[in-house]
C-alpha cells in the first residue's frame, strides 16, 4: 500500500502539523482554487515549488515522493495520452497541474488526524453522528487491513493461489477472502457498537468536548495569507493579466 | 523435519519479530512454542508453511527450502490451523468448507468425499454437512475450521492459540486429539501462552521472548525455571508452583515437576498420609 | 441492606432462537462483592451479564420475562445510557473498545457522552487514569499499546462513569498470563479500595478464583451451583460440568484430602500451609 503513503497521517511535530485542521482546510481549499485559476506551466510551477516547500516544512516530503515514484508511470501515460490530442506543451502543463492537486490533498491528509478533522467538522456544524462516522471509520483502517491479511494467509494455507489462473478464476478466488472480511466487519460493527451503546453514546444531543479547537495566531495569519492569494491571483490573472515571462508557454 | 538457522525477520512498518531464531523439529515431535504476545511466536511458525521467509537465515521443510516453493505447495506438508475460524469460513455448506482445501490441491471427487465425510465424523460434525457454516455456535465453527486443515492430512500440524476462549472440557477434547495425531505420527507444533495446557500435552517447550529463543527443551525443565518464565512473561503451571512451595519447607522434596500427578505422589511420598 | 443487583425469575430467549439463553434465573448480588460467573460454553453466562446493563433487551432483541433490578433500577424501563452510570461494561477484545485518538480523548469518550462540563470530564480523566495506573499511556494510540494495556485503558474509559458496579466478560481472554494477572489484581484493587462491585465471566478460574468471595455456576441456561469458591469449585458434579477448575483443587481432590478437615486451597500459597 505505499502508494497511499501520500494520504496517510503521521504524527510529527512540525509547523503545519500543528496548525488547526480548519486551517488546513482552508488552505488546500484556497490553493486548489489558485491551482484552477491559472493554466500557465510557470504559474503553475511556481505553485508546485510553493508546495513542495510546505511539503518540506511538514517533513513529509519523503512520503509524499513514494507516492509520486509510484504513480510516475501513469502520469506519463496521462502526458502521453494528452499529448495525443492536444499539444506536448498542452499535456505537460496538464500533469504539473495534477500534481498540484495531488499536493493540496496530501499537505491536508498528511498533517489532519482523522479525529482531528472529526473535531473540525464538528466546529463547523456538521452533525456529531457524520463527523463520528468519518473518524471511527479511519481509526478502523489498519485493523482491517491487518484483518485481510490474516484471512488471506489462512485461505492461502488452505492452498488458494490468488494469482493463478485466468481473469475469471482470479476474480473467483477472491470470493473466500471477501466473505470472511464482510463477516468479520460486521461482526466487529456490532461488537464496537455494544461498546458504545455501554457508555451512552448517543445519550444527549449536547454533546460536550474536553478538547476544544483554537485558532491561533498562526492560523489567523496563513488563513489571510491564502485569502491573499486567492484575490491577487484573481486580480492579475483575469483584471491587470500577467506579464510576459510566466505567460511563456512550452513550444511543442 | 522443519529446520530454522538464523533466521531473521522484520515487518515492512517496523518491528523487528525475529532476531536470529534457530530451531529443528523432528518428526513425531509435539512441541509448544510460548512466550509473550509480541515475543514471535506467531512470526515463526508462519515461516513453516511459507507464508513469510526469512530476510536472513532459511527455513527447510521436509528437505524444501521455503525460499523456492510456493505456499500452496508447503501448505499441502503444513497444515495451518488460525486462531479464528471465522477468518477461514466462506461457503454455503460444511461440506463444501472443508473441501475447499481438497479442491485446491486437486484431489478427485471420489477422495474428496471420502476424505470429508472421515474428518466430519471424527470430529462430530456429520450432522451439520449441509448446514451453513455461519449457523454454527462459535465451538462448532472451530471445528470446521480444524476439519478443513484435517482433511488433506498434513504431516505437520500448526495450531495458533488453539485454547483461547475454550472451557475446561473443550481444552481437553483439544489436547487428546492433538495427541492422538502425535500417536499417529504427525508433528504437531502449537503456539499457546496456556501454561497449563503446554505443561499437560506438550513433551518439548520452546520460549521465546523479543524475537529470540530463550529456552528449548522439555517441559520439565522449561516450565519449571523461575528466570525463563520470567523472562518470557509466563507463569509456572499451578503444580509447579506448589512442589516449589513445598520443596521451601520439606528437604529434598523435587521441583522439576509439571503435573497435577507428579505432585499428588511426590506429596504422598514425602508427606505420607 | 438491599442487594445491589437482583435478579428475579429471568428468562431470556434470543430473537429467532428455539430455546432460551437463560431460564428461571435468580440471583442477588450484595455491593462491594467479587463474584465470578463461570460454566461451559453456552451456558449462559454471557447473556446473564448483558441483562445487567441492559444491553439485553435493549440492545439484543429478543423475549424477556422476570426482572432485573440494579441499583434500584429496572433494567426493563431503563435505558442503557442512564444504566451505563450505575454498571460499567468490559467486553473480551480490547480492540473493539477504543475507538479514540489517544488515551486522553478515549478516557474522555464516555463523560463527553453524557454531555458534562469541561473541567469535570477532565477531573474524572484524571482520576481514572490514577485508579488504573496508566498516566504514562496517556497521550499514546492503541495501535501503539499492547493487549493489556489496552485492556486497562479500556477499564479506565468505563470508570469515568463512575459507575459502582463493573461488568467484565471474558476480560483476560486474548491476553498473555502476566498481563491476565495484572488485570486480575487491578480488580481486586478496586474491589478492596473502592468498595467497587466485581461481576467477572471468566473461564481461567485458577487465576481469579482466590480473589473472588462468591463463584456462580451455570449450565444450559440456569445457575447450578452457587457459593463460596473453595467449596463451589471442589465439587464433583462442578467438574464433570466441564469447567476448568483451578489444578490446585484438582491435586487436592486426587490426594482425597478430607474436605471436613481442611478448607480447600485456591493458591499454591494456601494449599502449602495446609500440607505441611
Known sequence: MSVLQAF????????????????????????????????????????????????????SLSQWFRT???????????????????????????????????????IFFLTVHPDDLAQALIHLHVPFD??????????????????????????????LELQKGNMIKR????????????????????SVAESLESRAFGSTKRRTYLHALKMAKKDHFVILLATLAVIVSIYYKFLVGLPSWLTWQIPL | MITAEEIWFTYPDGPTALRGVSLRIRDRELVAIMGENGAGKTTLVKHFNGLLRPQEGSVTVDGLNTLQVSVAELARKVGYVFQNADHQLFSETVYSEVAFALNNFGYPEKETRR????????????????????????GERKRVALASTLCFDPEIIVLDEPTIGQDGSQKKKLGELIHSFNLEGKTVIVVTHDVEFAAEYAQRIVAMARGRIIADGPSKKVLTNPKILEECALLAPQATQLAQRISERVKGFPTELVSVEEVASAIREFLGG | MPATVRVENLTFTYAGARRPAIKNTNLEIMEGEYIVITGPTGCGKTTLCRCLNGLIPHFHQGKMTGKVIVNGVDTYKTKVSDLSQTVGFIFQDPENQLVALNVERELAFAPENLGLPREEIRTRVEEAMEMVGI?????????????????????????????????????????????????????????????MTIILVEHRLDLVASYSNKVVVMNNGEIVVE???????????????????????KLFKELQIDRSKHAFPLTPEEAVNILT
Open chain 1, 8 to 59: 496517510n497521517f503521521r504524527r510529527k511535530n512540525t509547523v503545519v502539523h500543528r496548525l488547526d485542521p480548519r486551517t488546513k482546510l482552508y488552505l488546500a481549499i484556497t490553493l486548489l482554487i489558485v491551482s484552477f485559476i491559472f493554466s500557465e506551466v510557470v504559474v503553475l510551477s511556481l505553485i508546485f515549488l510553493f508546495l513542495l516547500l510546505v511539503l518540506a516544512a511538514a517533513r
Open chain 1, 68 to 106: 509520486i515514484r509510484g504513480l510516475s508511470f501513469l502520469l506519463i501515460i496521462v502526458v502521453l495520452f494528452n499529448s495525443m490530442f492536444a499539444t506536448l506543451g498542452y499535456a505537460i502543463t496538464f500533469v504539473v497541474r495534477l500534481l498540484d492537486i495531488m499536493a493540496c490533498f496530501s
Open chain 1, 130 to 159: 457524520f463527523a463520528f462516522t468519518l473518524s471511527i471509520a479511519t481509526r478502523y483502517v489498519p485493523t482491517l487491513a491487518q484483518e485481510a491479511q490474516t484471512i488471506i494467509d489462512a485461505q492461502m494455507s488452505r492452498g
Open chain 1, 171 to 190: 476474480i473467483r478466488n477472491y470470493i473466500p477472502i471477501l466473505i470472511p472480511l464482510i463477516v468479520c466487519s460486521i461482526r466487529r460493527a456490532l
Open chain 2, 115 to 138: 476424505r470429508v465425510q472421515q474428518v466430519l465424523r471424527l470430529l462430530d460434525l456429520e450432522k451439520y454437512r449441509n448446514s451453513s457454516p455461519f449457523s454454527l455456535s462459535g
Open chain 3, 135 to 195: 498516566e504514562e499511556l496517556r497521550y499514546k494510540a492503541p495501535y501503539e499499546l499492547s493487549g493489556g494495556e489496552q485492556q486497562r485503558v479500556a477499564i479506565a474509559a468505563v470508570l469515568t462513569l463512575k459507575p459502582k458496579i463493573l461488568v467484565l466478560d471474558e476480560p483476560t481472554s486474548n491476553l498473555d498470563p502476566v498481563s491476565a494477572r495484572r488485570i486480575v489484581t487491578l480488580l481486586a484493587r478496586i474491589n478492596r479500595d473502592h468498595g
Open chain 3, 227 to 249: 457459593g463460596e469458591p473453595r467449596v463451589a469449585l471442589s465439587s464433583d458434579y462442578v467438574e464433570e460440568l466441564g469447567v476448568g477448575i483451578p489444578k490446585i483443587l
